[in-house]
C-alpha cells in the first residue's frame, strides 16, 4: 500500500525518519535514541525515544513533531498523553515516537527491551 506522501514503504519510513530526528533535535528533546525493529515488530519500521525536561516541554516536542509530520506529507499521526505529557506516543505508521518527562522514561526503560539481542528460534522457554 502507498505511503500517504506516494513514495514507497522503505523510502517513506527513511523520510518519516529523518523529518523526526530534525523535529526533535530543533525542539531541544534530550537523550534521542533511534531503535530499527524492523523484523522484531510488525508495529512499525523504528521506534524513536526522546525526553524533555518537564510537562510543558513535553508537550511543545510532540506539538511540533505532529507539525513536521504533517508539512512533510506523512499524514496525520496518531496520538496518546499529550493531556498529561509524562510519556506521548506518537504513531505515525512506520515511526512511533516516545516521548517522556526523565524520571516516565527511566521507569519505563523501553530502550532496554527493545535493544535487546534477538534470542534464538530453538531457544526453549
Known amino acids: 500500500m502507498p505511503s500517504p506522501a506516494g513514495i514507497s514503504g ?12 530534525a523535529s526533535l533535535e530543533d525542539s531541544k528533546a534530550e537523550n534521542i ?16 525515544i526522546a525526553s524533555g525536561r518537564s510537562h510543558r516541554h513535553v508537550s511543545a516536542v510532540a506539538d511540533h513533531l505532529l507539525k513536521a509530520l504533517k508539512d512533510a506529507g506523512l499524514g496525520n499521526a496518531r496520538v496518546e498523553g499529550l493531556a498529561s505529557a509524562d510519556w506521548v506516543l506518537i504513531d505515525s505508521g512506520d515511526i512511533i515516537v ?26 526453549l522457554h
Open 10 to 21: 522503505n523510502a517513506a519510513a527513511t523520510l518519516g525518519l529523518d523529518t523526526v530526528l
Open 33 to 48: 535514541v533511534s531503535i530499527d525493529i524492523q523484523g522484531k515488530s510488525s508495529l512499525g519500521d523504528y521506534m524513536v
Open 98 to 123: 516516545h516521548v517522556f518527562r526523565p524520571e516516565v522514561r527511566e521507569f519505563y526503560n523501553l530502550e532496554k527491551m527493545w535493544q535487546a539481542p534477538d534470542l534464538e528460534e530453538e531457544t
